[in-house]
């Protein structure tokens, strides 16, 4: 079972290239799940899905199924599966629980890996191609196990539960402590110790959880990276981040989004007629602007990236994604 | 020189969120304003626009009259601790600064709070004229906005009750402005009606900027085969469906498509031409 993570910035159409993809996978009897976190349903259009949901579903592509990623749903999941139930239940309705699931941009990057890797070990799809959430270009989306990790093993944790009698009393002795009656000073001491009873009840979660962090890790090692990127300045960087970024894998592909033919930067012919003279003119600066940026990209990090035109018609549909795939060689190997 | 103003940018990534912040404030240095810049993430968006390659927690003057931090979360935690503990600001916090930041870390509200704690008290500060923070996604806006109150509502009593209700009151006030930068497609479109409707439902009021609209093309003819008709299609159909998303958003200023104009500091230059708020 192979999986592809197709990451990048925002905006700079990840969800179109990962459907792409899975499309012509698909298409080639390959047994496909493409998964989104995108939150306005776009793929759902560009797959005739009017309801995507949670639950992968056949798309009307044989061979190819799609879902979306719903964090707080995946958050419950892992919750039930790793805390005894009582905690579960109790964490279930703890608005930390609520803001880690959904607002703490690490949360949902952990729910989106979190999937993947469930969806590789379920053996259902021979390919699964997933896109990642926006945050911090996409690497959140691979440092996200490691800090999960680190948020229930971490010192604090331990400190503030008490290293090795996690007793509902010992955490309101800790008031005691000096370092902590500052804390309390600071933030009220009511909120302090609504965290801590949050991390109380998370903390009995924490072997299940940080082994399952590890596992998610080496799955997300195993795939096959491929960042997407505009010829744009901060794109570009968030792209460039992806090479030598520690922690998460090489990149195995680049792919440019929205290129303009580099012919365009050409003089317009004498006797045009001077308003398409005009636009051909800036559309070509535009152009060769692009293909510098292009250039410059592949020389410095020896890559051959992937170019995918900038096409007349956004690819909200089948057959404009099928367009899509026919006019950008390369995209159809990965 | 206008009345002291606070602008806080929001829009969904990819839109121009720093360049139109550093537009902003460059307009407002150019006016005479005493102009403090804030980057409220990490990305060095703001930095590049306003030609830096990264900015500090301690403000520098970027250029005359313009003043641009960013801040650090962790920093900013550190500078809040000592004011409320009364103690000079580079005295050593060890244990306490650590625990404090394992708690911010654990509870998202908190580094929110933090972070538009910083950013209302420099508007507190009578240094500045205009501040223009470059603020995080419209994803995340609300709950920048409503950390104040909600640590207002979780803190029964006290000094830290009083700042949020004060940072709550300074947010609501109309000298506080919110500007969501977007751009005339389907998903920006979107994702700014939302936050339109969010921001409305926290009782906030916010100015929509649409970015890079294509100008008019006007052209009668037949179009041929070629790089000619091939630029000018792409262009009609842009242009097109750029009108019909535009349609779809409040009324609001417009930015224009900077054609063959890379250079963030260039793009800054542009807009801040173009920008009338």
């Not at chain 2, 240094?127 to 109150?149: M, N």
């Not at chain 2, 977007?182 to 009606?193: F, I, K, N, Q």
Request: charge should be negative; hydrophobic fraction near 45%.
């Amino acid at each position: 079972v192979r999986g592809i993570i197709v990451t990048g910035a925002g905006g700079v159409g990840k969800t179109t290239i990962a459907a792409a993809i899975a499309l012509s996978a698909a298409d080639r009897g390959i047994s496909t799940l493409v998964s989104t976190v995108d939150p306005a349903n776009r793929l759902a259009s560009a797959l005739e899905l009017s309801d995507i949901g949670d639950d992968p579903r056949p798309t009307p592509i044989a061979g190819l199924d799609a879902c979306m990623l719903d964090a707080s749903a995946s958050w419950h999941r892992v919750i039930r599966r790793h805390a005894p139930p009582e905690t579960a239940a109790r964490l279930e309705v703890n608005p930390y629980f609520e803001a880690i699931a959904n607002r703490f941009p690490a949360g949902q990057a952990y729910a989106a890996a979190e999937q993947m890797a469930t969806y590789l070990e379920s053996g259902r799809w021979d390919l699964v191609v997933v896109d990642t959430p926006p945050a911090d270009g996409g690497l959140d989306f691979f440092s996200a196990p490691r800090r999960i990790r680190r948020l229930v093993g971490g010192r604090l944790l331990r400190w503030i539960t008490g290293a090795r009698l996690p007793g509902r009393r010992r955490l309101y002795q800790f008031t005691a402590a000096p370092a902590l009656r500052l804390v309390d000073t600071v933030l009220g001491g009511p909120l302090l110790e609504e965290v801590a009873e949050f991390l109380l009840d998370l903390r009995t979660a924490h072997d299940g959880l940080s082994r399952r962090a590890r596992q998610i890790e080496r799955r997300l090692a195993a795939a096959t990276v491929v960042v997407v990127t505009t010829a744009e300045p901060s794109p570009l960087a968030e792209a460039e981040r992806f090479f030598g970024a520690g922690h998460a894998p090489q990149p195995a592909a680049v792919v440019f989004n929205k290129v303009l033919p580099p012919e365009w930067a050409a003089k317009p012919k004498r006797g045009a007629p001077p308003e398409l003279a005009a636009n051909l003119e800036r559309w070509g600066a535009e152009a060769l602007l692009q293909s510098h940026a292009r250039t410059a990209f592949a020389t410095r990090r020896g890559v051959d990236p992937i170019e995918v035109p900038w096409l007349e018609e956004a690819p909200t549909g089948l057959a404009e994604l099928a367009v899509l795939l026919d006019r950008s060689p390369g995209l159809a190997d990965l | 020189v206008a009345a002291q103003r606070l602008v806080i940018v929001t829009g969904k990534g990819g839109t121009g969120r720093s360049a139109v912040s550093a537009a902003l404030a460059l307009r407002a240095a150019a006016s005479g304003a005493r102009t403090l810049a804030i980057s409220m993430t990490v990305s060095p968006g703001l930095a590049l626009h306003l030609g830096r390659t990264d900015l500090a927690y301690d403000e520098v003057e970027v250029s005359p009259g313009l003043f641009a931090l960013s801040i650090d979360r962790r920093q900013a935690l550190n500078e809040y601790v000592h004011r409320q503990l009364r103690l000079p600001r580079r005295a050593p916090l060890g244990a306490v600064a650590s625990t404090l930041n394992g708690i911010a870390d654990t509870v998202p509200g908190i580094r929110d709070a933090i972070t538009i704690g910083k950013v209302v008290f420099e508007s507190w500060s009578d240094r500045w004229d205009v501040i223009v923070a470059d603020g995080p996604p419209t994803g995340q806006i609300l709950s920048y906005l409503g950390a104040p109150s909600a640590i207002a509502d979780l803190v029964p009593a006290g000094l830290v009750k009083r700042q949020a209700e004060a940072m709550r009151e300074q947010l609501d006030d109309p000298s506080t402005e919110i500007v969501i930068t977007t751009l005339a497609e389907e998903l920006p479109v979107t994702e700014t009606g939302q936050a339109l409707a969010d921001l409305m439902g926290a009782g906030f009021i916010a100015t929509v900027v649409a970015n890079r609209i294509v100008p008019e093309l006007t052209f009668a003819g037949e179009l041929r085969s070629g790089p000619l008709y091939d630029a000018a299609r792409l262009h009609l159909s842009l242009r097109e469906s750029q009108q019909r998303w535009r349609a779809e958003l409040p009324d609001g200023p417009e930015l224009p498509y900077l054609f063959g104009l890379h250079t963030p500091t260039e793009v800054a230059a542009r807009l801040a031409e173009e920008l009338t708020l």
